[in-house]
């Protein structure tokens, strides 16, 4: 029984252990996805992206690496600022890191500044010595509640 629990134990602490550096690493990756998808960098976002990418976005849309890329290069839609908050990251595998939160959104589209918020689930994955996305998804949140007086 020991035995089991020892390599259990050690199974466990890896996916953990370096967290801080696997959790430091994904928050650069991502920091570095969001301000290619505001440049249209293309081929800064096809490094950070898995080949197999499933990129469901807020308006329920699925999909692929070559997909999100191609929409990314012929959106009608600007993307101006991208902001996370409330940004939470777990370990859930060896090589595995979800991160969850919500970003504030400002985009224009057709001469139009539009702001929405929404809650997001990223997870990803470290291939060939890089922490790529592989899975996202997210959702509108609705508007803030006006406040009423009484």
């Given amino acids: 029984m020991l035995p089991v629990a020892l ?3 050690c199974f466990l602490s890896s996916g953990f252990a370096g967290g801080n550096d696997a959790f430091a690493a994904v928050r ?10 505001i440049a249209g960098n293309i081929d800064q976002l096809r490094e950070l992206l898995s080949e197999e990418l499933r990129y469901i976005d807020a308006n329920d849309r699925v999909q692929t690496k ?4 191609a929409s990314v290069a012929d959106s009608q839609t600007r993307y ?4 996370p908050e409330g940004v939470a990251l777990q370990s859930i ?3 595995a890191v979800a991160m969850d939160g919500r970003a504030q959104i ?5 001469g139009h500044r539009v702001t929405f918020r929404l809650r997001f689930l990223a997870i990803w994955r470290h291939e060939a010595g890089h922490w790529r996305l592989l899975v996202y998804q997210s959702a509108p949140l609705a508007p803030p509640e006006p406040v ?3």
Avoid: C, M, N, W
Wanted: net charge neutral; charged share 25%; hydrophobic share 50%.
């Fill in 7 to 9: 390599a259990l134990a």
């Fill in 28 to 37: 650069e990756a991502d920091r570095q996805r969001i301000a290619a998808t």
């Fill in 66 to 69: 070559h997909e999100f890329l």
């Fill in 80 to 83: 101006l600022a991208v902001s």
């Fill in 93 to 95: 595998a060896p090589g």
């Fill in 106 to 110: 400002i985009a224009e589209t057709a």
């Fill in 148 to 150: 009423r007086s009484k």
